[in-house]
């Protein structure tokens, strides 16, 4: 199974809109509605972000949503804030009952 | 609150098998809604997911093809707990492994929602 892709980096000022995309196929990001986005800092353990491609866990801003169009998922976070840089990483069940991640983003706040 | 404690030595021969071992406090590994996986990270593979165990009448597990004739997700209903045995292990295999837990519900959710600390384990010899 192949790592979901994703770009290496993205960036964006305080304040304003980034979106990452995660790009797989159809036996995994686009045949199920089970996209979920995690947030990792340098030394920690992953926090799940988003499940289900678009739900939100109780205590997450809601300046983080997702979507997906066809084999491509997208995290997109509004009003950046310095504590949003981080490493992002979205992961995907696939048709082989197992689970993908992608090869992680790096977001820098300017 | 639920929490994931996880213990294992850090340092592994080559060939012999890497064991770790995931505690769960406020849940229970019989739960018949959550799974409990586990997840590695290195700098070359970047985070993989291992494989899962979880109770739905019966005991199921799922494997990630990349390991599946080296691993052994096994629960510890006595000590609320699980435990991951990977073999044959090689240099490749030196990573941060996690315990981590899907809470489902009425069915899988395939998301991670609480995680271990995290063991940083090195193959060696």
């Known amino acids: 199974q192949s790592a979901l892709t994703q770009p290496a980096s993205v960036s964006g000022s305080p304040g304003q809109s980034i979106t990452i995309s995660c790009t797989g196929t159809s036996s995994d990001v686009g045949g199920y509605n089970y996209v979920s986005w995690y947030q990792q800092h340098p030394g920690k353990a992953p926090k799940l972000m988003i499940y289900?491609?678009?739900n939100r866990p109780s205590g997450v801003p809601d300046r983080f949503s997702g979507s997906k169009s066809g084999n491509t998922a997208s995290l997109t976070i509004s009003g950046l804030q310095a504590e949003d840089e981080a490493d992002y990483y979205c992961?995907?069940?696939?048709?082989?009952?197992?689970?993908?991640f992608g090869g992680g983003t790096k977001l820098t706040v300017l | 609150q639920v929490q994931l404690q996880q213990s294992g030595p850090g340092l592994v021969k080559p060939s012999q098998t890497l064991s770790l071992t995931c505690a769960i406090s406020g849940d229970s590994v019989s739960s018949n809604s959550a799974a409990w996986n586990w997840i590695r990270q290195s700098p070359s593979r970047g985070l993989e997911w291992l494989g899962r165990t979880y109770y739905r009448s019966k005991w199921y597990n799922d494997y990630a093809v990349s390991v599946k004739s080296r691993i052994t997700i096994n629960p510890d209903t006595s000590k609320n707990q699980f435990s991951l045995q990977l073999n044959s292990v090689t240099p490749e295999d030196t990573a941060v492994y996690y315990c981590?837990?899907?809470?489902?519900?009425?069915?899988?959710?395939?998301?991670?929602?609480?995680w271990g600390q995290g063991t940083m384990v090195t193959v060696s010899s």
């Open positions: 992961s995907s069940y696939t048709s082989s009952s197992t689970q993908v």
């Open positions: 289900e491609v678009s």
């Open positions: 981590a837990r899907d809470p489902g519900g009425s069915y899988l959710r395939f998301a991670f929602d609480i």
